[in-house]
């Protein structure tokens, strides 16, 4: 294969990641709106934000989803993922 092959090849592949990337973004701005407004409800209910029951049914969920289908994410990967993504969301709700 050429050279010239080769990075066009490796740039169209940037490309998709970039325009998944871009998604990626957006999905974590809607889930930071959600948990705004869940924030909000939990002060009305005078609820506490974390709710650590909630944070174990979400990391079961996402390591069945991740099992089903290949490449697999490792678990500790998986958990460090969503453990920061729902710190992040916890933080926004205080």
């Not at 169209?12 to 959600?34: A, C, F, N, V």
């Not at 948990?35 to 390591?63: C, F, H, P």
């Not at 289908?69 to 453990?83: G, Q």
């Amino acid at each position: 294969m050429s050279s010239v092959k080769c990075k066009q090849t490796l740039e169209q592949l940037r490309s998709e990641i970039d325009d998944i990337d871009s998604r990626i973004l957006e999905l974590m701005k809607k889930r930071i709106m959600i948990a705004l407004e869940m924030g909000d409800l939990k002060k009305e209910q005078g609820r506490v934000v974390r709710d650590t029951a909630r944070e174990t049914q979400v990391l079961e969920r996402i390591a069945a989803l991740n099992s089903q289908s290949e490449p697999r994410l490792t678990e500790e990967d998986l958990r460090a993922l969503y453990s920061h993504l729902m710190t992040i969301c916890l933080n926004v709700q205080k």
